[in-house]
């Protein structure tokens, strides 16, 4: 079953949703898998992760800030809730699993 079908003018194509991808339990898990993937790009362009639980805490503060001013619909803030809770949880665990530190940061992985 196709829930929503999208046209391009500049192409001649067409692009179907299934209706299980336009869920909010879909956004949700998308947006926090969103947020692991940007914490391991930070780490690997940066070789450096959030090292204190100052500026952990810090940092987190300063995305709910924003996060707040920037949606203010609940359901586009219950969403970018989860995609931080995945960069929090993916940045802690860089930290405290030196393995997985290690891992992240090799310069490839063949």
């Not at 869920?23 to 949700?28: A, E, H, I, L």
């Not at 898998?33 to 930070?42: K, R, W």
């Not at 090292?51 to 969403?79: E, G, P």
Request: overall charge positive.
């Amino acid at each position: 079953m196709i829930s929503a079908t999208y046209r391009s003018t500049s192409q001649n194509t067409t692009f179907q949703t299934p209706q299980n991808l336009l869920t909010g339990t879909y956004f949700c898990r998308r947006s926090y898998l969103q947020g692991i993937s940007d914490s391991y790009t930070q780490i690997r362009n940066r070789n450096i992760i959030q090292d204190s639980a100052f500026s952990r805490v810090f940092n987190y503060l300063r995305l709910l800030r924003k996060k707040y001013r920037l949606y203010a619909i609940a359901r586009q803030r219950h969403i970018a809730n989860h995609y931080y809770q995945g960069f929090l949880m993916h940045q802690n665990s860089a930290t405290e699993d030196k393995n997985l530190y290690e891992w992240i940061i090799r310069p490839d992985y063949l």
